[in-house]
Structures are given as C-alpha cells and as structure tokens.
C-alpha cells in the first residue's frame, strides 16, 4: 500500500495570515520506516493531522493506492498524537480507551509493558508516558497499515522508550506496517528509520519539480 | 462540614421534598380547593384558613397549593421538553454542520430576538390557551440559550484529539455521542434544564395574569393574582400577597438549586 501526500496546501480557518503547508509532498510504502525532521513551528503535526484525515487540505490530496481515505469505520492510516493526556477521554476509565476499537491483542499489552491495573484508573491518575502505552496499544488494530508517531517518545524515559520503539519496529515488520516517525532528535531518527526526509525536501517539493521540468 | 458539595446535597433534597409536597397537596386538594360556601366568605387569615378566604368563599390555601402544583407540574414538563428540543438541535448543529448549523443557527437568533413574553402570548393565544397553548408557548421560546451553549460545547468537543481518535477508530456518530460527548455535556445540561424551571413557572403565572393562559375556572397563580386584583382596593390584602409570596418562594427555591448545582459542576468553582 502506499501513501501519498501531492503537493499540499493547509491554512487554519482562524487565520488569515499564510498557510501553515504550502505545496507539501511525501510518499511513503508499507514496510517502510520515513523519519521526517523539522524545527517546531514548521506543520510537522498539522501535516500529520491531514495524512490521517482529521483535516482536508485547502489544496492537493491525500492518496491511500490512489484513492481517498476512507471516511467510515477503522482507518487504516492512524495517527499517535503528541500529548497522550490529550487522545484519551478525561472521563472514561482506560479499559473503555483501550477497548475503543475492539479487544486487544494480549501480546500487544505484554510488549508495551501495559499493567492491567492501569486499564481500572482515570487517565488523571497515569503518567504520560503511560498513556502513550496505551495509546500505541489502542491503535494496534489488524487493519492498520501506516502509522503516524508525532514526537511520541518525547516524554517517555530512555529506558521506556528503546522498549517502545523496539516493540514498534517489530510489529511493523511482523505486520507489514509503514511508519512516519516525526522528530526533530536527528540520531533518534537515524536509528530508526530507512529513510530520512528533511523538512526542506518536503516542502515545495512540487514546485521545485516543476521548475526542474 | 462547611462544605459546599453537603450544604447543596442537603439544600436539593430539601428543596425537592418541600416541591414534591406542594405539588402532591396541590393535586389532592384541587378538587375540594374549588367549592365555594357563602357562609364563611371573605375571612381574613386565620386558624381555620390560614390564607383566608375570597368573595366565594373558598379557602385560599387550598387555592394557592393547587396553583402552585399546576405550577409546578408545568415547570417541568416544559423544561423536560426544551431541554431535549435544545439537546437535539444543539448537537446537530455542531455534528452536522453547513447548512444545518446556518438553519438551526438562523432560527435560535430569530427566537432569542423576540421578547419571550411576546412570543409565549403570541404561540399560546395560536394554540388555543389553556394549559398546552401555555406549555407549548414556554417550550418554543425557552430552548434557544441552552440549545447555543450544547452547540458551543459540541463543537469544542468535537474537535478534540480524543473524539478525533475515536473516529479513526471506526466509532460511529452515535457512539461519539453516547460514549464521550453525553458525559461530558451532562453537568452544563442539567444545570441548565434546572434553572428553566422558574422562568418557565413565572412566565406561566405572567401569561395568565394577563388572560392570555390557562383559563379562569383553573386552580391557576396567575388567575389567583388577576382576580386578587379587583379586591385590593376594598383592604382584602390577603388574596394576592400569599400566593404572591409563594409563588416567589418556590421560584427562589429553583434557583438557588440550579445555581448552587452551577457551582458545583462548573470546573473554576468545583473545588471552592
């Protein structure tokens, strides 16, 4: 499967000033594991957020094998969001979070280091890096093949977070997922990732192209 | 034990007991509340009545508990109905958006620009008076300020990266509904559906004080306090002043619950 972002175009509705992506392109192939690195402030996660359909793009599209993404049921393309404290319901207890999707695989749990115990408390009560757990957990659905990491490591402990990243790379073989790993923590992309793009290359990508032609 | 999560507790459970009294008295004296006997007419207040007697000679307490359970009764039939008209069309506005959000939008700020009194005379005369030309004229004019601010809150909801999750989840609209926005909606809700009930009861009263309500022959406030009118001049003072100071009171007693509930739900003042 692939996924695929042509030439981009996002500006928030609330602001008149310039687009927060202009002319935005990636490709990026199931079994594939893209590091994209950017300082803050250039639309890491705004680009994230359109990838996984959460906004529509003023121009351009996004592609799932050349088609649209679909708008109902499981998608296939999840997001992990930056703030795990954030992409959890304040008011449910986590095994309801958990469970959102069907039930885990027990594996999953055992891998990410998720305790039981947790899934009987409000997410007040957890710490981020375990929300995240959770939250990585949750989105481990067998129909899922790319997967979106804004920054998701960047409050977890580095004990905790090779664990993480050892458990996600090894599904997304076992699986055949494809990963986008956001950072701006360059060697963490390095060990990582097959492939690193810096900002610089995905903007304007199309507009350079053309010029090329 | 000064605290105000008890003080309250204890406050609506009070208040709840002193309306459901009232409302039960009112229901079992209506009949007897309306028998006129020209032996004891005009009667001051006293032990045998204690608000006194009117022109036919019918007990003013009898009279009063009746009205104000008719009252009371229609303060909540009318804030159960808004509630669940601004509910639904709150939600829709937000889920749906584009031209349902413009529509419904259109039609709250229509309603919100017409004075209420107005409207429910206008709705109730259009239904024929009595007690459904007075509910239904309550529950079209009351929905709009609730309705706007189940629509802000779904909207604010609706963009968080929880519900977001649970969409690309594969969760339904109706499950976002049920299993994140509901709880999260329901403290403002309440709240909210609680203090209509004494705008709801006083525009009832106002409604048929000025004869566009519920009619004569019913054991109504607002008949209670029009009729009290043409004796006040010959120094029968006890007609108009009891009901009047009760329908007050069970009024304060509906809005210091639904303030008091604010307080507590409300997450800035929750901890005081």
Known sequence: MILEAKDLTFRYPCRRAAPVLKGVSLVLRTGERLGLSAPSGRGKTTLCKLLAGWEEPGRGQVMLDGGPLPRRGLCPVQLLWQHPEEAVDPLLKLRAT??????????????????ESWLERYPSELSGGELQRICVARAMRPGVRFLLCDEISAMLDLVTQARMWRFLLGQAEQREMGLLIVSHDRALLERLCTRILDWEEVEGLGETRKVRQ | MKNRRKSTLLLVIFAALALCLVALAGALMASGAGIADFTRKNLPPGWGHLFGTDWMGRDMLGRTLAGLSLSIRIGALTALLSGGLSLALGTACAVFGGWVDGCISWIVDLVMGIPHILLIILISVACGRGFWGVTLGVVLSHWTSLARLVREETLQLWQAPYIRMARQLGASQGEVFRKHLAPHLFPQFLTGVILQFPHAILH????????????????????????????????RWWLALFPGLSLVLVTALFAGVGERMRLLLAPASAQE
């Open chain 1, 98 to 115: 958990l469970y959102e999707a069907g039930q885990p695989d027990p594996g999953v749990l055992e891998g990410l280091g998720v305790r």
């Open chain 2, 204 to 235: 009832e009263a106002s409604v048929t004080f000025l004869g566009f309500g519920l009619s004569p022959e019913q054991p109504a406030i607002g008949v209670i306090l029009s009729e009290s009118m043409g004796y006040l001049a010959t120094g």
